[in-house]
């Protein structure tokens, strides 16, 4: 709330010098009383700007070490992980994604080097998305 006042000044300053503003209009101007519409929009705002100054790290790249640390945080380091909440193997795939990489069967029942294989292909073509949490939370994105 503080800023709108310093804002309002400053709009003010500029439509005088630019002269889209009359000074006499501006001596009787009453401020207007504020609305939850440009609260809203205000805090919209301060939201995109925000989002827009935030700094992009730069994704980690797929080492055996993350691929682990993955591992661990999904399943616990478990390749036969099968918790029946449709999600299977080390990596948490889902079925129809197994699927989509060209995998037949559930990723619970194939082999370590498959499940890593399959890992490697899909962080090739989605980054780190597939695994939010705990790519968030091992700050490989």
Known sequence: ????????????????????IAADVMATAQPAAAS???TTSTTSTRHRARRARR???PQAP???ENLQRLRACESGDNYAANTGNG???AYQ???????????????????AALQD??????????GWSPWPSCARRLRLR
């Not at 197994?98 to 194939?110: D, E, F, H, I, T």
């Not at 294989?117 to 989605?126: D, G, I, N, S, V």
């Open 36 to 38: 939850t519409t440009s």
């Open 117 to 126: 294989e399959a890992a490697t292909r899909l962080q090739a073509q989605q």
């Open 93 to 111: 795939f889902s079925a129809r994604t197994w699927r989509s990489l060209g995998y037949v069967g559930l990723p619970s029942q194939a082999v």
């Open 87 to 89: 999600y299977y193997g």
């Open 62 to 64: 797929v080492t055996a």
């Open 1 to 20: 709330m503080r800023k709108q006042p310093r804002i309002a000044a400053a709009l003010a300053a500029f439509l005088l010098s630019s002269g889209m």
């Open 55 to 57: 700094v992009r790290r």
